[in-house]
C-alpha cells in the first residue's frame, strides 16, 4: 500500500476547499488532512465545521501567529500554501526551513526580493516545492503543447497573446485585496503568471528582455461618473446606489460569499466587496508588453480587464505554418460557488495553417471542471501521480514558478521606468525553466 501524505493548509479562503476536499474525499486513501491555518479564525473555523460535517472529522484550526506550532504538532509532510499573494514567501520559506516540502498556489510570490528569498531557502533546505499551475493540465492547452512538441509548424517565430478578464470575473480583483499591488503585484503578476507560465512552458523557453506599458483606464471614478454613480459607498454592502450600478455585488445574497466573507470581518475587518472605482486602487485594467525568449521568439502580449467576454487568443507563427487557438470562458466570481474557468465549448477551436498544405482544424480534446478541465488533472497529479513519465512537462517546481513570475515583475518595473528589463537579473540564483 501506498505511503499515506499528510498536508497542512494554511489560508482558509475560497482556493483552499479544492485541495481540502480532494484530501479528505477522493484521495483519502493516500492523504490526510492534519491541521488548517488562517490569519481569520472565523474562517479556519468555518472550514473546519464543514469537515465535521461532510467528513466527520476534527482538524485542528491555528491562527497565522501559531503557524510554527501547527508543524509541530501535527507534522505535516507537506503545507499548501493558499494565503493572500504577499504572504505566500512567509509561509513556503518557513515550512521549507521547518522540514516540509511546500505546494503553493500561483503565483510563487509577488516580488524579486519574495522570489530570491524563496529561492535561497530552497537552496539551502533541498525541500521541494510544487507550484499549481493548473492551465497547464487543461487538455486544450496540453493539446497546444502536444501539437507545437510535434513541430507541425517548426520552431516558434512569434506570438501573438491575448487574453480578456470580463466585467463580471475581470471587476472582481478590483474589489478584493488584489486591487492594491503590495498585495497581489498587480494583475502582471497575480493573474498573467498564469499567461507567461504556458507561453515559457508552449515555448520550451525563459524569458529575456520585457517592456511593458499598462494603465488604469476602466475602474476609475470617472467611469463610475459616466454611468450617474455619483453617490459612491466604500463598499457594495450599504451602498445607496446598489440598484443602479452594473458591478454590485450581494454578500448578502449569496451564502457562500455571506458564509466565507461578510460573517468573517469582525474578525479582521476585512471587505470582500470594495467599490470597483475606488480611488485606492492602484492595479493597472489594461496592460500590453512585447517580450523576447532564449529561444529567440518573441510575444506581443496584452490583457484588459473589463472585456465583454473571457477568454483569450493566441497565434504560433512558426517556419512551417501557423496555430490560431481561441478560448473562451464562462463567467464567474471568486468564490460564489461556480466552477471557475470552465470552457465554453462553442467559443474554443485549434486550427492549424501549414505552408503548402490546406489548413484543418484540430477536434479540441475534451475538458470539463474549473480552470478549463485542468483543476482535477492537477489534483491527481499532485495527490496521486501516475509512475510513468510526465511527458508534457506539467510539474512545475520553484524554478518554474519563479520564470512564470519574473515576466510579470519585469514587467513592473519596466512601467514605472519606462525602460526595457532583464528578467534574469531580478533572480541571480535561478536555474533552468521547469
Not at 80 to 99: F, N, P, Q, W
Not at 321 to 330: A, L, M, P, T, V
Request: with cysteine.
Amino acid at each position: 500500500m501506498s505511503e499515506i501524505k499528510r498536508y497542512a493548509i494554511v489560508g482558509a479562503g475560497g482556493r483552499h476547499e479544492m485541495y481540502r476536499d480532494a484530501i479528505l474525499g477522493a484521495y483519502a486513501a493516500r492523504a490526510t488532512l492534519t491541521g488548517l491555518c488562517d490569519n481569520n479564525v472565523g474562517r479556519a473555523q468555518l472550514s473546519a465545521d464543514w469537515v465535521r460535517k461532510e467528513y466527520d472529522r476534527e482538524i485542528p484550526i491555528y491562527e497565522s501567529d501559531r503557524f510554527d506550532d501547527m508543524i509541530r504538532e501535527t507534522r505535516p509532510d507537506i503545507v499548501i500554501v493558499t494565503t493572500k499573494d504577499s504572504l505566500h514567501d512567509r509561509y513556503i520559506c518557513r515550512a521549507m526551513e521547518l522540514g516540509c516540502d511546500v505546494i503553493t498556489e500561483k503565483p510563487m510570490t509577488i516580488d524579486a526580493a519574495r522570489c530570491n528569498a524563496i529561492l535561497e531557502t530552497q537552496r539551502q533546505t533541498g525541500k521541494q516545492l510544487r507550484v499549481t499551475f493548473n492551465y497547464r493540465y487543461s487538455p486544450p492547452r496540453t493539446q497546444v503543447k502536444h501539437l507545437l512538441m510535434s513541430g507541425v509548424i517548426g520552431p516558434i517565430v512569434s506570438v501573438d497573446f491575448h487574453w480578456m478578464l470580463d466585467t463580471s470575473h475581470g471587476a472582481d480583483y478590483f474589489r478584493r485585496w488584489h486591487r492594491n499591488k503590495e498585495n497581489s503585484g498587480g494583475l502582471l503578476v497575480h493573474k498573467a503568471t498564469h499567461h507567461f507560465d504556458l507561453v515559457n512552458w508552449w515555448l520550451d523557453a525563459a524569458p529575456e528582455t520585457i517592456y511593458a506599458t499598462g494603465r488604469r483606464t476602466y475602474y476609475v471614478p470617472g467611469t463610475a461618473e459616466r454611468l450617474g454613480l455619483t453617490r459612491r459607498s466604500e463598499r457594495c454592502h450599504d451602498c445607496v446606489e446598489a440598484a443602479a450600478c452594473p458591478f454590485f455585488l450581494s454578500l448578502r445574497d449569496n451564502p457562500n460569499l455571506r458564509a466565507l466573507y461578510l460573517d468573517q470581518e469582525r474578525h479582521d475587518g476585512y471587505f470582500r466587496d470594495r467599490c470597483v472605482f475606488s480611488e485606492a486602487i492602484d492595479i493597472e485594467d489594461s496592460m500590453a508588453l512585447t517580450v523576447q525568449y532564449t529561444s529567440g521568439a518573441r510575444m506581443s502580449y496584452s490583457l484588459n480587464a473589463f472585456m465583454p467576454w473571457e477568454g483569450y487568443t493566441i497565434v504560433f507563427n512558426g517556419l512551417k505554418g501557423r496555430i490560431e487557438h481561441k478560448c473562451e470562458e464562462s463567467v464567474y466570481i471568486n468564490a460564489d460557488g461556480s466552477v471557475p474557468g470552465a470552457l465554453q465549448q462553442e467559443g474554443t477551436w485549434i486550427r492549424v495553417y501549414p505552408h503548402f498544405a490546406p489548413a484543418y482544424e484540430e477536434p479540441v480534446w475534451e475538458a470539463e471542471g474549473g480552470h478549463g478541465g485542468g483543476d482535477e488533472l492537477l489534483l491527481q497529479d499532485l495527490f496521486q501521480p501516475q509512475e510513468s513519465a510526465d511527458t508534457y512537462q506539467r510539474r512545475a517546481d520553484h524554478c518554474g514558478g519563479a520564470w512564470s513570475i519574473l515576466t510579470g515583475i519585469a514587467a513592473n518595473r519596466s512601467i514605472e521606468r519606462g525602460a526595457p528589463v532583464r528578467a534574469r537579473e531580478l533572480a541571480p540564483l535561478l536555474g533552468d525553466i521547469k
